[in-house]
């Protein structure tokens, strides 16, 4: 199938931000109409980690998400240092940083993209076995609960609604499809 030509005449900054850019862009559709698109550039990407226990229990984090004025259940991750960080490392540093644990093989698992229609933002997933005690170190603002769940109640989280978190959604998931 032939995709209709699209064309960006103009991307203008509209807020530069610590890790984000919004811009417009001003997009010349197949009819020659121009219209106005926002469009997030998320400048360094990010990591994500789901723990498993010796148990097998999922270790997940409670946070505030502003966006939402709530608190969510999520996998830990986090934005990369620079554009040039390895995600795996990323991934290493925040499963530390955010749960007190380290884990010296993290195993890819998958990347996404969180959304596509206005957003650049990608994340790579690992998984984390043989985890390693050692020590939480939340960024200075930053306040996580701890909860161990088990895969089957997390899916159910997810199926309730309660989970909205996509990469945590995306996480769950797939890690249930590739070892259970």
Same mark, same amino acid.
């Given at each position: 199938?032939?995709?209709?030509?699209?064309?960006?005449?103009?991307?203008?900054?509209?807020?530069?931000?610590?890790?984000?850019? %919004?811009?417009?862009?001003?997009? /010349? !559709?197949?009819?020659?109409?121009?219209?106005?698109? #926002?469009?997030? =550039?998320?400048?360094?990407?990010?990591?994500?980690?789901?723990?498993?226990?010796?148990?097998?229990?999922?270790?997940?984090?409670?946070?505030?998400?502003?966006?939402?004025?709530?608190?969510?259940?999520?996998?830990?991750?986090?934005?990369?240092?620079?554009?040039?960080?390895?995600? %795996?490392?990323?991934?290493?540093? /925040? !499963?530390?940083?955010?749960?007190?644990?380290?884990? #010296?093989?993290? =195993?890819?698992?998958?990347?996404?993209?969180?959304?596509?229609?206005?957003?650049?933002?990608?994340?790579?997933?690992?998984?984390?076995?043989?985890?390693?005690?050692?020590?939480?170190?939340?960024?200075?603002?930053?306040?996580?609960?701890?909860?161990?769940?088990?895969?089957?109640?997390?899916?159910?989280?997810?199926?309730?609604?309660?989970?909205?978190?996509?990469?945590?959604?995306?996480?769950?998931?797939?890690?249930?499809?590739?070892?259970?």
């Amino acid at each position: 199938m032939k995709q209709p030509l699209l064309r960006r005449k103009e991307r203008v900054l509209e807020h530069q931000g610590s890790i984000l850019d %919004i811009y417009s862009d001003y997009m /010349e !559709l197949p009819d020659g109409k121009v219209e106005k698109w #926002d469009y997030v =550039e998320h400048r360094k990407g990010a990591a994500a980690v789901v723990p498993v226990l010796p148990d097998g229990k999922i270790l997940m984090v409670r946070q505030y998400r502003n966006a939402l004025n709530r608190f969510t259940l999520e996998i830990p991750a986090g934005s990369r240092d620079s554009v040039t960080e390895p995600t %795996i490392e990323c991934a290493s540093r /925040e !499963l530390e940083e955010e749960t007190g644990y380290r884990c #010296d093989n993290l =195993e890819f698992l998958l990347s996404l993209r969180t959304t596509v229609a206005f957003c650049n933002e990608m994340i790579d997933v690992y998984v984390a076995r043989d985890l390693i005690p050692s020590e939480q170190h939340l960024d200075e603002g930053e306040y996580i609960e701890l909860e161990a769940h088990e895969l089957s109640e997390l899916c159910e989280l997810v199926y309730q609604g309660v989970i909205q978190d996509g990469k945590t959604v995306a996480a769950i998931m797939a890690y249930k499809n590739k070892y259970c």
